[in-house]
């Protein structure tokens, strides 16, 4: 078993739509990263965050540290937002969730 | 400015032989890693260096030799490639070697071993 989940796996969505991505860890952290891994393979980080919840632009990243459990929103999904998000964790080790491969559709 | 960079993007060789992927950062960090994403777009952490000191190694074969000349620079020296070792290799840096910091990813280096 992964010590990171991720759920979906695949997700299909219609432009506009809101959009939930689900990480579950079963490590301790100091910290929960979001990437997103665009079609062409460049990896960006678009969260890093150890309690609460963050905010850039469409993009919310929340974390429940008593749950284990962060989601990633994206509001008014746009098509340009297709691509793979990773969540990982980091504490006394690196792990990596397989990814969810996101594609919205126009 | 490329903040992360990389070189060579692409790299074709023939199992045995010895390959070097270089990895260079402009924006002042004192922690590089080398990550490798498998075929199945799994990303697993190799090394981090720390200010040129060695700080991670998690469990890759000794063929991997990573080289840090200064804190800007970490190379990745693979010896006697095998087919296993195809991947895409990503190279990153974060401000310090706290895992609790933002990480700066280059744009990879797709290695394809005949």
């Known amino acids: 078993k992964n010590e990171v989940e991720q759920s979906p796996q695949n997700l299909t969505a219609q432009e506009g739509e809101f959009i939930t991505i689900n990480c579950s860890y079963s490590v301790g952290i100091s910290a929960l990263h979001w990437l997103q891994q665009h079609p062409g393979g460049g990896i960006v980080s678009l969260f890093m965050?150890?309690?609460g919840k963050k905010k850039h632009g469409r993009l919310i990243a929340t974390i429940n540290i008593q749950e284990k459990h962060s989601s990633l929103h994206i509001t008014a999904s746009h098509p340009r937002d297709s691509a793979v998000y990773i969540c990982?964790?980091?504490?006394?080790?690196?792990?990596f969730g397989t990814g969810t491969s996101l594609t919205v559709i126009p | 400015d490329t903040a992360v960079s990389q070189t060579p993007k692409y790299l074709v060789t023939q199992m045995g032989n010895d390959k070097s992927i270089k990895c260079e950062q402009n924006?002042?960090?004192?922690?590089m890693y080398w990550y490798k994403q498998d075929s199945k777009k799994f990303l697993k952490i190799m090394f981090s260096y720390n200010n040129k000191e060695l700080i991670i190694n998690e469990t890759v074969p000794n063929r991997f030799s990573p080289k840090s000349p200064d804190k800007a620079h970490l190379n990745l020296h693979i010896n006697s490639l095998e087919l296993g070792d195809s991947a895409v290799y990503f190279c990153?840096?974060?401000?310090?070697?706290?895992?609790?910091?933002?990480?700066?990813f280059g744009p990879g280096t797709r290695l394809t071993v005949l």
């Open positions: 924006l002042g960090h004192d922690t």
């Open positions: 965050l150890s309690s």
């Open positions: 990982a964790a980091t504490g006394n080790q690196f792990y």
């Open positions: 990153a840096s974060s401000p310090t070697s706290g895992r609790g910091n933002e990480q700066f």
